[in-house]
């Protein structure tokens, strides 16, 4: 049996080392600058309080890097965003960037299957005086969106929809989404990128949810690049954010 030379050694370790951070920039310290400089100095004292939070519960890698919530309360700006959802709410940070972003008649409906990870971050959420443009709906999103789209009045009347949840089925939201999203208004699904593993080799040492889910990832990223009622952007923020804007 041949032995790997050190070289060969050294070229399988780096193959396979899996990114686990939330920046899928090469150098850590790069990543650390952007929030150093631009970043934590600009970060609203709410939105600096929930992430603190979050930091403690055992499912903090759910949570939206602090990057991806500058960008997206700087997106709802530029587009005057009013009428938003979010699928995908864990204990709020993305929620309370787009509350913070809305104006004080804007509205938000964000759903979730767990209720108690929401109401981890409602008191920073109430603290901010945003929790009225919200509407918490617990459970499946499927029913809810199902629902709104057998509505034609729903039809075209959201400015933004944010997805973060079960990536097996984002596909099936986007069937539906696309629908509610206005002509011009935008759809951002996160986790595109998914861990850096959508260019993982077939033998990467991944763990078990990553792996379960990239070819998932891998489908919807196929799907939306021929979408012919989008215009899409893949961007390498957080964990990859790809934006799709309906352009019929």
């Given at each position: 049996?041949?032995?790997k ?10 193959r ?36 603190e ?27 005057n965003?009013?009428n ?57 999103a ?16 959201y ?11 984002y ?21 595109t990128?998914w ?13 078990k ?10 489908e ?10 989008i215009e ?7 964990d ?9």
């Amino acid at each position: 049996m041949a032995t790997k030379t050190t070289q060969e050694q050294q070229s399988e370790a780096g193959r396979h080392q899996e990114v686990g951070h939330k920046s899928l920039l090469q150098s850590d310290a790069l990543y650390q600058y952007i929030l150093e400089t631009s970043v934590y100095p600009r970060e609203p004292e709410p939105m600096k309080e929930l992430r603190e939070l979050t930091a403690k519960h055992p499912w903090n890698l759910m949570t939206t890097s602090a990057d991806e919530g500058q960008f997206l309360t700087m997106l709802l700006k530029l587009i005057n965003a009013k009428n938003t959802m979010e699928i995908g709410v864990y204990t709020g940070y993305s929620l309370l960037a787009t509350a913070l972003a809305l104006p004080d008649d804007g509205k938000i409906l964000a759903m979730d299957i767990n209720r108690e990870n929401y109401e981890l971050g409602l008191p920073v959420i109430q603290k901010a005086g945003v929790a009225h443009k919200i509407e918490f709906k617990e459970g499946p999103a499927m029913p809810v969106l199902d629902k709104l789209v057998e509505d034609e009045k729903n039809h075209g009347s959201y400015d933004f929809i944010f997805v973060d949840a079960d990536k097996d089925n984002y596909l099936n939201y986007h069937k539906r989404l696309i629908e509610l999203v206005k002509v011009g208004g935008l759809i951002g699904y996160d986790n595109t990128l998914w861990n850096g593993s959508v260019v993982a080799p077939p033998d990467a040492p991944l763990r078990k949810y990553v792996r379960y889910y990239r070819d998932f990832v891998l489908e919807l990223n196929k799907a939306l690049a021929v979408d012919p009622r989008i215009e899409i952007c893949m961007l390498p923020v957080g964990d990859g954010i790809t934006l799709c804007r309906r352009v019929k």
